[in-house]
């Protein structure tokens, strides 16, 4: 045994001094790699500390954010016309139902749930995250609320809640205005940037005032922040703050108006504007027919949906608006005006009409039969006689008349905010050009003249070119809120001729013969207007003799009723338009809603004040 | 006459005690004091698992003080057959032992698992110590020893690799490969070595399972399958970094005690004691696991006897390897692969054997006057 030695003894030295100096280079590899660590660990947890305490935080923290209440919104007198209720209503927790079948058919024992729901929550079930509750699409009663309290042992993961949501105490009447909320579809989620939108169980404006001040009426959302585990269930409760409920919003509408007007418009398919004519703010607008803005908040169905789409009359449309009308003989006052300025006639002009008139190889009506005879313009205004208007509108050429009507802001917006609002049209020679590529026929200038042809308003622009008569000639801005204050400006319009136009209005309808003279009020405060019968067809001659009944014409081609007014005549106050579709002479049906609108503000507002 | 004997044999124990390294035991019971206060934190105090290691902590020391005063020579004497109880129960391991995580690697003693591959590093210490001690110095880089230290090497490493343990075979591997440098082969030899290692990675790679590739592949690829394979390193970076210079205090950390980071009592259990102690404690503790591996190199030292020096450098090695690829992996540096950090990690065998091997050290100490 050459290689061993058992006591080693030989040598030995030598092992030792080896085995020592190989020790050394070892150490200088251990005090390395140390060195290495703690370098490590002064990168880790100094230089990036920030950034995994961010990590850390967002492993160990998840919020679940409440919806605040939402602003209750006032009108000018304080009166709630939307407002919260509670709502008992119950959420299914992912992670802790333990039987989906077992707690749907339970619940459906109770609650007598449709099918529909069922199977929505069903499907929506597979795709949540595990510890995301669901809220059933259903309100309970409080019956139906204690019965699932009282029984929440056998029913694993569901979670009763009461959650507060919008109430609209009169959906009807303020539908148009107010709009309704909802909840956020996927297209709102994308067009936000932060996650408000992702707070459970919110519901956002989507129409009307409710989508346009959604930010002040929304509040700020409270949250519980809870200490979850990796698996997501919530270990504790970190911090719980409370949410800021929104503002709530004062309108300028008057609630006891607005029920009137939209009372008073009735079967009628319409619109129906009350404007304070200095400031613009808008105290009443109706659009009819309307629909229960309640069933839009808590989501509709689909077969009710439909019906209100399938619906002739359209209820779903903004008709103040969004409702785009030949303004008829509405826009006399203002072809008047246009030649006035342009001083084409004076207020001694005359005219014959004879009922008829031939100009460029074609025939052109006025509204009465056998004419006004030799006529001026305040009883041009006052009788509405379309023959002197055919020919104030030759004398004049459509664009001086456009002109004149676009300074009265016909063709664009008069709220900016609506995103459903429509502009109108206002031709003229270049539009006609430009849009249609087609020069402009000289009796299209005539038809112009009484408000038919190309030229399209919207019930609202109406209602604010007769707020700007009755102030006499100052710019008026509408608007639905009290705290705007906007500023009167002076129009570009000689004041002695919006006078004129005006006293011509207070003729139409306090003098006899004048259109809406069968309107008028009695007592001591009057009001003025102009009313209008706007064609939706070109008439034939079988449709003229037929004129008396206008039920005779199917719905669609019936005349659309037209009022637009302001009172009280001593001292302005109040502007009004009426529009009401294929309902026949603006006289008849759109007069006698104005009147009575005058009627409540006349006795219950200006009396009161 | 029997008196004196007996007096002589009190003073002989009284001696033993005064001469024992209170330092190194003090630097233990330190480790497994913040290894409970670790566990217990990462638990919140809920569960046993703190109170099962304490008691394996006392079971442990109770073996490393009887080891301590157990002569040296007794190990020197039974090294070979040692060595041969481990490969036996490795090899027994293949038949009935118990699978966790797709690899065989506990015995299931009844009352307690036995993961013979973890005791397999201190045999291998032992073993090659006892060899290299016999083998005369002009024979180290001879052909017959070299050959003679493969075998002993490649058997356990082998087993341990099959069962598949990658973690711990390359700690017996390393340990060995320290145990071999520390005795003196040629740096040739070493040189030569590593470069068919390298050449030989290819076909290592392509033997490997699934999971150990992933790994590797996660390694070079930080940002590749942040949910996957790569989370828990993620999760631990998390943890270590988020408790800044002093920590987030004692039972404020989240990471491990949410279960954001995997293996939270045992590999992983550096993480949680960064997280709540910060730069300062981590610090600390690596200062107390480089005072133990000092000292027991101070032991080494202090030894007459070529096994004990031999024993105590590579005894420190193979510890200092467990810290480093523990600590590599849990900061990102290295890898991960299954090594527990010593006394620390939550898990008996492992907690054992370096126990054992403690013992062993502070045994030398004792007897570091007699030759063997």
Redesign the interface.
């Known amino acids: 045994m050459k290689l061993f030695k058992h006591r080693p003894t030989e040598g030995y030295q030598t092992k030792t001094s080896i085995i020592n100096r190989r020790k050394a280079i070892l150490t200088t590899a251990k005090y390395t790699f140390f060195g290495i660590i703690g370098l490590r660990l002064l990168w880790l947890q100094v230089f990036q500390r920030n950034k995994y305490s961010t990590l850390s935080d967002r492993n160990r923290f998840k919020e679940w954010k409440i919806a605040a209440e939402r602003g209750l919104i006032l009108d000018r007198f304080n009166n709630k016309i939307a407002e919260n209720r509670q709502l008992y209503r119950i959420a299914l927790i992912k992670g802790d139902v333990t039987d989906l079948d077992f707690v749907l058919t339970t619940l459906n024992k109770f609650l007598r749930l449709d099918n529909e729901t069922i199977e929505k929550t069903r499907s929506d079930f597979i795709k949540l995250r595990k510890f995301q509750p669901y809220v059933i699409n259903k309100n309970l009663t409080w019956a139906e609320f204690s019965k699932i309290n009282s029984n929440l042992f056998i029913l694993n993961g569901v979670q009763p809640f009461i959650s507060m949501e919008r109430h609209y105490n009169f959906p009807y009447e303020f539908a148009h205005v107010l709009g309704y909320v909802g909840v956020p579809n996927e297209n709102d989620l994308q067009n936000q940037k932060d996650d408000l939108y992702r707070t459970p169980g919110i519901k956002i404006g989507k129409l009307g005032i409710e989508k346009i001040l959604n930010r002040e009426l929304i509040g700020t959302p409270g949250f519980t922040r809870f200490e979850v585990n990796a698996a997501g269930r919530a270990v504790r409760t970190v911090e719980f703050v409370d949410g800021v409920s929104g503002n709530a919003l004062k309108t300028s509408l008057d609630l006891e108006l607005q029920k009137l007007t939209y009372q008073k418009l009735g079967r009628y398919a319409g619109s129906a504007i009350a404007m304070d004519i200095k400031t613009g703010e808008v105290l009443a607008c109706v659009s009819t027919p309307s629909f229960d803005t309640n069933k839009f908040a808590f989501g509709i169905t689909q077969p009710e949906f439909n019906e209100l789409l399938k619906n002739e009359r359209k209820p779903l449309i903004n008709k103040f608006l969004s409702g785009q009308y030949s303004p008829g003989s509405v826009i006399k006052p203002i072809i008047a005006l246009a030649a006035l300025e342009n001083k084409i006639v004076d207020q001694d002009y005359t005219h014959f009409c004879s009922g008829k008139i031939e100009l460029y190889g074609q025939e052109f009506y006025c509204w009465k039969d056998g004419g006004h005879g030799r006529i001026n313009l305040k009883d041009a205004v006052k009788k509405s006689c379309d023959i002197y208007f055919y020919e104030v509108a030759r004398l004049l050429g459509v664009d001086r008349l456009a002109e004149t009507i676009r300074k009265f802001d016909f063709g664009q917006a008069a709220l900016k905010d609506f995103d459903e609002e429509k502009k109108g049209l206002v031709p003229d020679t270049k539009w006609k050009k430009n849009v249609l590529g087609k020069p402009w026929l000289l009796g299209e200038t005539l038809i112009t003249g009484i408000g038919q042809g190309y030229i399209l308003a919207t019930p609202m622009q109406i209602c604010k070119s007769m707020a700007e008569f009755a102030n006499g000639g100052y710019k008026v801005n509408p608007t639905f809120y009290l705290d705007e204050k906007s500023k009167l400006s002076r129009m570009d319009f000689d004041a002695e001729n919006i006078k004129i136009i005006n006293e011509a209005l207070v003729a139409a309808t306090n003098e006899p013969g004048g259109t809406s003279y069968g309107s008028r009020l009695n007592g001591k405060l009057k009001f003025a207007g102009k009313t209008g019968t706007s064609q939706v067809t070109k008439l034939t001659i079988k449709d003229r003799e037929d004129n008396a009944n206008p039920n005779s014409r199917e719905y669609k081609y019936r005349d659309h009723s037209l009022f637009a007014g302001f009172g009280p005549v001593e001292e302005p106050k109040y502007a009004v338009a009426v529009v009401a579709e294929h309902a026949g002479p603006g006289s008849r049906i759109a007069a006698p809603i104005a009147s009575s609108m005058f009627d409540f503000l006349f006795k219950k507002r200006i009396s009161n004040a | 006459m029997r008196e004196t004997v007996k007096v002589s044999k009190i003073f002989l124990l009284n001696e033993k005690f005064q001469k024992l390294d209170r330092s190194l035991i003090y630097m233990i019971l330190a480790l497994g004091l913040i290894s409970i206060l670790s566990l217990y934190s990462i638990d919140k105090g809920q569960g046993t698992i703190y109170l099962k290691h304490l008691v394996r902590f006392v079971f442990a020391f109770i073996i490393l003080i009887t080891v301590a005063f157990t002569h040296v020579n007794f190990w020197y004497r039974y090294a070979y057959h040692f060595y041969f109880l481990i490969l036996f129960l490795l090899v027994v391991l293949k038949f009935v032992g118990v699978t966790a995580k797709g690899a065989q690697r506990w015995l299931d003693f009844g009352f307690f698992h036995v993961q013979p591959s973890e005791v397999a590093k201190l045999a291998i210490i032992l073993v090659l110590a006892k060899f290299y001690?016999?083998?005369?110095?002009?024979?180290t880089n001879?052909l017959?020893?070299l050959l003679a230290s493969a075998i002993l090497i490649l058997i356990p490493f082998l087993l341990v690799l099959r069962q598949p343990d990658l973690g711990t075979a390359v700690l017996i591997l390393g340990a060995a490969l320290?145990t071999l440098?520390?005795?003196?082969l040629n740096r040739k030899i070493f040189i030569s070595g590593f470069i068919i290692i390298i050449l030989c990675l290819p076909f290592i790679f392509a033997g490997m399972k699934p999971y150990q590739k992933q790994r590797v592949v996660n390694f070079f690829n930080t940002e590749r399958d942040p949910l996957g394979a790569n989370y828990q390193v993620i999760?631990s970076?998390?943890?270590?970094?988020?408790?800044?210079?002093f920590g987030k205090g004692y039972l404020k950390g989240?990471?491990s005690s949410?279960?954001?980071v995997p293996e939270n009592h045992t590999d992983f259990v550096f993480s949680h004691f960064?997280?709540e102690f910060?730069?300062v404690g981590?610090?600390l503790l690596?200062w107390l696991f480089?005072s133990i591996?000092k000292r027991v190199?101070l032991i080494?030292?202090q030894s007459k006897n070529?096994f004990s020096?031999?024993f105590c450098?590579a005894f420190a090695?193979n510890f200092?390897l467990y810290i480093?690829i523990n600590?590599?992996m849990v900061?990102g540096?290295l890898p991960v692969v299954g090594v527990p950090l010593p006394i620390l990690s939550y898990g008996g065998t492992a907690m054992l054997t370096n126990m054992i091997g403690l013992g062993i050290v502070l045994s030398s100490k004792l007897y570091n006057e007699d030759?063997?």
């Open positions: 001690n016999l083998v005369k110095v002009e024979n001879k017959f020893s320290g440098w520390i005795v003196g999760q970076k998390i943890g270590i970094g988020s408790g800044g210079i989240s990471q949410l279960d954001f960064a997280e910060g730069l981590s610090l690596l480089f591996i190199t080494g030292d070529n020096k031999i450098y090695f200092f480093a600590l590599g900061t540096l030759f063997i």
